[in-house]
């Protein structure tokens, strides 16, 4: 009686599709005969296709298949299911059974962004479009693309070794495109896997041991080629299931490992054969990211993995037996209970969903929608229980048989219904309806594929199958009817003209008619679901779709889509046809961008308010004034800005200027000369003072300083340390990864050897090891995988020239032809100074004394007579206790910064007064005098930056200084800026070697995000630092500036290292004058010298413009420098630092005869200009010539000025061409006479290089 009882109950389940919340149903259900569905896909067109296979012959559509034994195929149908699409078949011999997931054939369907599909399986054997292949080992892996409409593209092997002693293969379980069409694909393999000429090796295994499964990650471009493929795992076998990437093109894999595994850079450790679940992810390019593990007594895995729209990763896996997920314990008893598990992006945990079962179940696919709901599909036997949702399973004369659920749940993982499909019959079955796969399309509803026994329906819909396999095909559909959501791409975006571009709709909702703008004009061009347009123009299009149904219109733009022909980043410029006048005045303005611009927005008031978005505007002026205007012009290459200061005078003026703009062009070494009239058209005398304000650097698409950068991170840092230099003969330095266990550091210590520990930070330690061991310790643990690095503790040495007497001697290869004295006769040419006091004469007003500098050196000779009123006083350790005792002297750590009465600074080094940085070297105190001895105190010299405070830094003495102490320097710095508001500005550090150090640059990097400048000296080694890096000087970060050495006739320093792109800048470097101890003065070199000549410039320009962040003031200093013919190619600015051009902002290739000068009423004087391009590159310069008079309502007059710079050869290029023509079709009219000469001039340039 119960028997009979529990089958009346099974069969009443079986008759209706269980849920118990609102599901979704079948809209509509196809039926193939004969064929078993592997996988299925949604392309762009919402097509669906599916990959499957079939038993000796099938027919699909009006497409007879045949095979030997088993076939597989790839089938294409219809949005809506009207239409039988194409069909491919592919030749793959398979000795499974087909009704068995298949360890050969295809299982996998992929479509890109264009609509192409890819498909990816296992093979023996492979033929297919006259290509036949025999797998190298037992099985290889082979990856097929076709265009979208079925057309052979190309194919990828994947193989590994034939072993006769095994019959396991080599196989792919999962792959994805991420959004640029590249391929990913992971699987397992055995011993070896080759792909092209690249093999990659498993790991290695234990002796006596089988061999075992090892797991691979590959990434492949659009047109087939490996760009990266990595392994991971350990010796025991590994698996993977699940491969995903997120919307950054990260990829994420799940599955699971057993023993001893590395996944990226995380190590796991389980007993053998105890496999645990992972999940783990890697960067765009490969690299490890983070992993993850599920811990406990049982078995657990991973089986599909997909992300969401906030890259969150949704996970399935299974626990058997227990399992630790987060914090969590689940106790699956006896069963393999599939689990629902989220982590953020991070790898953080959100939430996990344990699905019970009284025997054992597994999760198969898991997608997600546009509102981030979960839908999955998998198996269970009995029963499955999720939240309070249940399903019985099937059951028949005695026996359970596997159901298959589909499930969906909201982003938090509650779930919103559970459903299976049903099956009716009085026969015993080998399974019934289950599902082999699930996508989304784009109108949100889900296409399910799979294969169906007997009798079964669907919903509404019943199908009864002919064979032992049929397939079936449906949509379900559940969201209700809304305004379409507009959406669409294009066959390809950019090319030469005529550019012909197919542009797909791939709109959500039912939509009733499209309407298509190609072209920017606001018309309609097309009115089709998908068009095809072509472009006869070069030019920057955007393109907008507009789409309607009963329920309202919608459209979506997307700006500068489409880049037909030869298109650059817009270069922005424009013209006016009049630029003064008396009131109201009525201006045209015309752009004249280099390159098309598909957008404009000017501004003709200052006022940041847009005024006009046409491509020629009219502004009429109402109000008397100077009127600055601005052009922002962008393409689909980028964006640039003009902005021409004081460019319209409205209103009678009191002062006429000729030429209100000056444009020239000239040859490289060559100078140019022009002048501009101006008379005084008042009643009063007119004075006015000249100031010349420009930019050395070329113009450029970004700033000087992102050129810079770019050029400097080219470089690779070090991995293997280089052990170039001296370091502490029984220490290492070791900082440890966040995920290290303390197991593994006590287990590496061992190794070591290590006898004593000195923790220096959270995460960093000082190890003690034998004398003598640093080297070969380092160089065999330096990668270790539970370490960031493991590096010896680099002892640094000042970078200065030893008095010495023969080095005076080869002065002689650089001078003018006199003797040189060391000390007494030293030849200097005219003006090769850094112009410090016309510098002074800019910022005597200001006061400085809130800037710091932090002086990491020696120390510094504090009772000098020159330096006693530039020490800094640290503010928490001045002026009395609560005792009434002196704070600076009271033994106690006032400020709670951790040391203690540090009113000056610090000293680390080997010797000497840990509060007291007083210098027993003297190389601290030459540098101190440099940067601020005090001025105008009738004593020795003056600093460049008097009143600044210097807050010195003691790590260095006779013996030299350890990376750990200038690591601690470096840490003090960063805390009392970060922690306690000390403005210290900027760090100079004269000294350096050529290891990388990783502590080192740790500190830096930290030091960076403080917003804190490090001026290094470069070195004196006369070595070229592109190729033999010097540190700290060479570290690629965007904070150093890097100082080279220049000499008395403005050439490199004989020992001063250089490099193109390693080195920033010169400043002077031999025989400097500077403060010594005990009150003394006297000369010395090195680059050690050149750096605090950069540092107290920075010093200056933070007086100008305190708010300016240490980005803003490299980049003014290196745009600013005095262009030297000898840096050229030597340094990235190619020059000497100039003091007053960086805090003037001042151009050295613009100069003026006149500086100050009156005019009288009714007269008129001509201001003489030069333009040199004696040492700066082939390129485009601004700048401008400003008039500061006495005229009450224009104080302040600009000219801007601009010119081009061509190469100094016999040829002119199109470029070239390019500039004269944009300077002549700039010509302002009115301006007759002035302009002849330019355009003759460049007539006649042109000639003479081949232009005309």
Not at 195 to 221: H, R
Request: hydrophobic share 35%.
């Amino acid at each position: 009686m119960q028997k009979r009882i529990m089958y009346l109950l099974n069969l009443l389940l079986l008759l209706t599709t269980i849920s118990f919340a609102a599901s979704p149903e079948f809209v509509w259900v196809n039926q193939t005969v004969g064929v078993h569905p592997r996988d299925v896909v949604v392309d762009p067109y919402g097509n669906s296709v599916i990959v499957g296979s079939f038993n000796k012959n099938a027919t699909i559509g009006d497409q007879k298949l045949f095979a030997e034994k088993y076939g597989w195929f790839i089938a294409k149908y219809s949005e809506n299911n009207d239409r039988f699409l194409w069909c491919k078949q592919i030749h793959i011999k398979n000795t499974n059974p087909i009704y068995e997931y298949p360890q050969k054939g295809l299982g996998s369907v992929l479509s890109d962004i264009n609509g192409n599909i890819i498909v990816s399986g296992n093979f023996e054997t492979f033929n297919y479009n006259n290509i036949s292949y025999q797998a190298k080992g037992y099985s290889d892996i082979i990856i097929i693309k076709f265009d979208p409409d079925g057309n052979y593209l190309w194919h990828k092997i994947l193989s590994g070794p034939y072993d006769e002693y095994t019959e396991d293969i080599n196989s792919t379980k999962s792959f994805c495109t991420d959004n640029k069409g590249n391929i990913i694909i992971s699987g397992k393999f055995i011993t070896y896997l080759e792909i092209d000429n690249t093999v990659l090796n498993g790991w290695a295994q234990p002796a006596g041991e089988a061999k075992n499964y090892d797991i691979f990650t590959a990434k492949f471009s659009q047109d087939g080629k490996l760009v990266w493929v990595r392994k991971d795992g350990g010796v025991f076998p590994d698996w993977v299931f699940g491969t995903t990437t997120d919307h950054e093109n990260n990829v994420i894999i799940t599955g699971s490992f057993c023993g001893p595994s590395l996944f990226g850079d995380t190590n796991f450790y389980t007993p053998e054969y105890d496999y645990k679940f992972v999940l783990s992810k890697y960067s765009e390019d490969g690299e490890p990211m983070w992993a993850k593990q599920w811990d406990g007594p049982g078995l657990s895995g991973g089986k599909a993995v997909t992300v969401d729209s906030q890259n969150n990763i949704i996970v399935g896996g299974y626990a058997f037996d227990g399992a630790v997920i987060g914090n969590t314990s689940i106790w699956p008893e006896s069963t393999w209970d599939p689990v629902f598990a989220k982590y953020s992006s991070k790898g953080d945990l959100l939430w996990f969903k344990q699905v019970e079962t009284d025997a054992d179940a597994g999760i198969h696919r898991i997608i997600t929608d546009l509102s981030d709901n979960i839908y999955a599909y998998g198996y269970y036997d009995r029963n499955i229980r999720i939240d309070d949702y249940e399903l019985i399973g099937t059951w028949f004369d005695n026996f359970w048989y596997n159901d298959t659920f589909l499930a969906k749940l909201t982003a938090e993982g509650d779930v919103l219904w559970l459903k299976k499909l049903s099956n009716v019959g009085n026969i015993k079955p080998a399974w019934l309806a289950e599902i082999n796969g699930i996508a989304i399309d784009s109108s949100q509803n889900l296409r399910v594929t799979g294969r169906f026994k007997n009798t079964s329906h669907f919903d509404n819909i019943s199908l009864t199958s002919y064979t032992e396999a049929d397939m079936f095909l449906g949509r379900m559909g559940e969201y209700e009817y809304t305004k379409p959501s507009p959406d669409f791409f294009a066959s390809t975006t950019e090319g030469e003209i005529p550019l012909q571009v197919k542009f797909y709709d791939q709109s959500y909702g039912v939509v009733s008619s499209w309407e298509w703008d190609f072209d920017n004009n606001d018309t309609v061009d097309c009115s089709t679901k998908s068009c095809t347009h072509t472009y006869t123009e070069s030019g920057v299009y955007s393109v907008k779709l507009t789409i309607t149904n009963d329920k309202g219109t919608s459209e979506k733009t997307i700006p500068y889509y489409i880049v037909a022909g030869q298109v650059y980043p817009s270069k922005a410029d424009f013209k006016a046809d009049i630029t003064y006048g008396p009131l109201p005045l009525t201006v045209t303005f015309t752009e004249l961008s280099s390159y098309a611009a598909a957008e404009f927005e000017w501004d003709f008031n200052d006022d940041g308010t847009p005024d006009c978005s046409d491509k020629q505007c009219t502004y009429t002026y109402l109000k008397e004034g100077k009127y600055t205007v601005c052009l922002l012009v962008k393409n689909e290459r980028g964006q640039d800005k003009e902005i021409k200061q004081e460019y319209i005078s409205a209103g009678p003026p009191d002062l006429f200027i000729s030429s209100p703009q000056i444009q020239t062009i000239l040859k490289e070494r060559e100078t140019s000369h022009t002048s501009v009239s101006l008379m005084n058209t008042g009643n009063s005398t007119l004075d006015f003072t000249v100031e010349l304000i420009g930019t050395v650097a070329p113009i450029l698409d970004g700033s000087f300083l992102k050129v810079f950068n770019a050029k400097r991170r080219s470089r690779k840092t070090p991995i293997k340390p280089l052990l170039k230099g001296p370091y502490a003969d029984s220490q290492i330095v070791v900082r440890f990864r966040k995920n290290a266990k303390a197991k593994e550091k006590i287990e590496l210590m061992k190794e070591m050897g290590a006898e004593d520990i000195k923790t220096i930070d959270d995460d960093i330690e000082i190890w003690i090891v034998q004398p003598g061991t640093v080297k070969e310790k380092v160089l065999r643990y330096y990668n270790h995988p539970a370490c960031l690095f493991i590096e010896p503790n680099y002892i640094r040495s000042i970078n200065e020239i030893p008095n010495d007497p023969g080095f005076s001697n080869m002065w002689g290869l650089h001078s003018t032809g006199k003797k040189l004295t060391a000390y007494y006769n030293y030849p200097t040419l005219p003006d090769g100074d850094i112009d410090i006091p016309e510098a002074w004469d800019y910022t005597n007003q200001i006061d400085a004394s809130e800037v710091v500098i932090a002086v990491i050196d020696t120390g510094i000779d504090y009772e000098h007579e020159d330096l006693q009123d530039i020490l800094w006083d640290n503010p928490g350790e001045t002026g009395l206790d609560e005792s009434g005792n002196d704070k600076a002297n009271n033994n106690i750590d006032d400020d709670n910064n951790g040391y203690i009465d540090d009113v000056h600074g610090w000293n680390w080094s080997f010797s000497g007064e840990k509060k007291n940085p007083f210098d027993d070297q003297g190389h601290g105190t030459r540098v101190s005098g440099i940067i601020g001895a005090n001025r105008n105190n009738q004593k020795g010299i003056s600093g460049i930056c008097p009143n600044v405070k210097i807050m010195p830094l003691k790590v260095f003495d006779q013996n030299g200084g350890m990376d750990l102490y200038i690591y601690e320097a470096l840490k003090y710095v960063t805390m009392m800026r970060s922690e306690y508001g000390i403005n210290v500005r900027i760090v100079n550090m004269s000294y350096g070697g050529y290891d990388f150090a990783e502590l080192e640059y740790l500190a830096l990097e930290r030091l960076k995000e403080a917003g804190i400048l490090l001026v290094a000296s470069a070195g004196n080694e006369a070595n070229n630092t592109d190729i033999h890096p010097h540190y700290p000087s060479c570290y690629d970060l965007d904070n150093i500036l890097s100082v080279a050495g220049a000499d008395n006739n403005n050439e490199l320093f004989i020992a001063s290292n250089y490099g193109k792109e390693s080195i920033d800048l010169g400043a002077p470097a031999t025989y400097i004058y500077t403060t010594i101890k005990g009150n003394r003065y006297f000369f010395y070199s090195g680059t050690s010298y050149a750096a605090p000549h950069v540092a107290g410039v920075a010093a200056l320009l933070w007086q100008v413009h305190p708010d300016w962040t240490y980005q803003q003031v490299k980049q003014r200093i290196l745009e600013s420098v005095d262009p030297l013919y000898d840096f050229k190619d030597r340094a990235v600015s190619q020059g000497k630092i100039n003091a007053n051009n960086a805090v003037r902002g001042q151009a050295s290739w613009l100069s003026s005869k006149i500086h100050r000068a009156s005019i009288q009423p009714g007269e008129s004087i001509e201001l003489e200009l030069s333009i040199h391009a004696d040492y700066i590159e082939q390129g485009d310069y601004s700048g401008m010539v400003v008039l500061h008079t006495n005229i009450e309502k224009n104080s302040k007059i600009s000219i801007p000025v601009s010119i081009s710079v061509l190469k100094n050869d016999e040829t002119a290029e199109l470029s070239d061409l390019m500039k004269v023509l944009r300077i002549l079709a700039g010509i302002d009219q009115q301006v007759v006479q002035a302009r002849t000469v330019r355009i003759e001039t460049a007539i006649t340039l042109m000639k003479e290089i081949g232009g005309f």
